[in-house]
């Protein structure tokens, strides 16, 4: 079945480093998603990439789309101790077009 | 506010013993899901309803039953829990289908 598959499971960085975190479908996938947790709180819709290739910017967050729709990524800019909690990614598409989230990233911060 | 809403937040019981998570939202979402979380699984869907009265197994429905008799509710059953069913888990709504879902706060479930 669909898998879609997160890497790394865990950074963690100074404050001010960059950090980017990847997903993986096993399908091509019909849009992806991108959610975040902070500790101890509910997944948070953060953006939907729908076209090949697709680059969207939220302040320091650039998200990816690839071009054979089968992957994704997130990149944080300099990040800041806010940004700490565990990112997620959800891929629809396959055969089912179900929604499958990604195992997620947990992103620590250092001051 | 817009929102949805989990109640209790927390919860352990004894196995077998029957236990309703209730979800509401207040956005007028025809789409509702149910999601649980576990450490190195991500979120996976139990069940999902389209609409009143439509309701659909997700990827892990064995042990749980749901509701959807109003548009706004849309409940978790647990007939017989048993401590597999230890978990965190979240409700979800949108107006489109998989589409930028807002979770409920989450109950954590504790089975013994």
């Known amino acids: 079945g669909q898998q879609v598959m997160q890497i790394p499971q865990y950074q963690h960085v100074q404050e001010g480093e960059d950090f980017t975190t990847y997903c993986n479908s096993s399908t091509t996938l019909s849009n992806i998603q991108w959610y975040k947790q902070r500790p101890g709180g509910h997944p948070v819709f953060l953006i939907q990439?729908?076209?090949?290739?697709e680059v969207k910017k939220q302040k320091r967050l650039t998200f990816q789309f690839g071009e054979a729709k089968k992957n994704s990524s997130l990149h944080i800019t300099a990040t800041q101790t806010t940004d700490v909690g565990t990112y997620f990614c959800?891929?629809?598409?396959?055969?089912?077009?179900?929604?499958?989230f990604g195992t997620g990233t947990l992103l620590a911060v250092q001051p | 506010e817009a929102q949805v809403t989990q109640n209790p937040r927390y919860l352990i019981t004894v196995t077998g013993k029957k236990l309703t998570v209730t979800c509401s939202q207040n956005?007028?979402?025809?789409?509702m899901s149910w999601y649980r979380q576990d450490p190195g699984l991500g979120l996976r869907q139990i069940y999902y309803?389209?609409?009143?009265?439509?309701?659909d197994k997700g990827d892990v429905p064995e042990g749980y039953k749901v509701s959807r008799k109003e548009k706004r509710n849309f409940p978790l059953i647990l007939e017989s829990p048993s401590p597999n069913q230890t978990s965190l888990y979240f409700c979800a709504s949108s107006f489109v289908p998989n589409y930028g879902y807002t979770f409920g706060s989450g109950t954590r479930l504790t089975v013994v």
């Open positions: 959800a891929g629809q598409g396959g055969a089912t077009n179900k929604l499958i």
């Open positions: 309803s389209m609409n009143v009265e439509v309701t």
């Open positions: 990439l729908v076209k090949s290739g």
């Open positions: 956005m007028n979402h025809e789409y």
